[in-house]
């Protein structure tokens, strides 16, 4: 079992930046490491991923302005979000997903809100 614990969310206005942070209660060196997001009526989708070996990806909403980032020793991954925008707006989840044993984890979320 993994606890994710995310934090650093807010309001800003926008065009400003943020860092999203994911605290787990144990190793995640062997999990592929997600940023979700879910907006008021809409379905949760993938905002950014990281692998155990560094390999990123980005959905295409927020390519160029959003960096996703882990600290293995410190448990810990990051988002770190820029130029951001009012449709960025949404309650950001951190995910854990073992490639091994198919296992997801979920943390409670995070909100982030841009004004205009």
């Known amino acids: 079992q993994v606890q994710l614990v995310e934090s650093g969310g807010g309001l800003v206005q926008a065009g400003g930046s943020l860092r999203l942070s994911c605290a787990a209660s144990?190793?995640?060196?062997?999990?592929?490491m997600a940023w979700y997001r879910q907006a008021p009526g809409k379905q949760r989708d993938m905002v950014a991923s990281?692998?155990?070996?560094?390999?990123?990806n980005y959905a295409n909403s927020v390519k160029g302005r959003f960096t996703v980032s882990r600290d293995n020793a410190k448990n810990t991954v990051y988002l770190q979000t820029s130029s951001l925008k009012p449709e960025d707006t949404a309650v950001y989840y951190c995910?854990?997903?073992?490639?091994?044993?198919?296992?997801?984890?979920w943390g409670q979320g995070t909100q982030l809100t841009v004004s205009s």
């Open positions: 995910n854990a997903h073992s490639p091994f044993s198919l296992d997801d984890y």
């Open positions: 144990g190793s995640i060196f062997s999990f592929t």
């Open positions: 990281i692998t155990r070996d560094g390999s990123t």
